[in-house]
Structure formats: structure tokens, C-alpha cells
């Protein structure tokens, strides 16, 4: 009979604490996805600017290659 009566004490606690700990798990939850979108974000951000950077490195490469082939030829010409 105590030992009913222990529980019955003991259980609104419980559900309480699961309460309290589902909503903890919601925050936290929350702002997890939160975090998430701002680095996708960030990393989406970073990824166009190391895309637009490469593709002016090559543009560059490709024009100081066609000088140089465009000297080469002009200096075998001579």
C-alpha cells in the first residue's frame, strides 16, 4: 500500500520531467535547424564565390596561353 502511494506521489514528477524534457528537446531541436540552414547558407555563399574564382583563373589562363601562342607563332614567323 505505501509503495502504491509512493508512486502515485511519484508519477505527476515523472511526467513533469517528460514534459520539461520534450520541450527541452524541442528548443534544442529548434535551433539545431536553425544552425543547419545558416551553414548551408554559408556554405553555398562560399561555394558560388570558389566557382566565379575559377572560372576567372581559367579565363585568365586561357587568354595568357593564346598570348603566349600568339607571340610564339609571331617570333617563329620572323
Do not use: G
Not at 39 to 47: D, K
Amino acid at each position: 500500500m505505501k509503495a502504491k502511494l509512493q508512486e502515485e506521489k511519484r508519477a505527476p514528477q515523472a511526467e513533469e520531467r517528460l514534459q520539461l524534457t520534450i520541450s527541452n528537446n524541442v528548443n534544442i531541436t529548434e535551433r539545431l535547424q536553425e544552425e543547419f540552414i545558416t551553414l548551408a547558407r554559408e556554405i553555398s555563399s562560399t561555394f558560388h564565390t570558389n566557382e566565379k574564382i575559377a572560372i576567372q583563373a581559367l579565363t585568365e589562363a586561357n587568354e595568357m596561353q593564346s598570348q603566349l601562342f600568339s607571340t610564339s607563332a609571331q617570333a617563329k614567323m620572323e
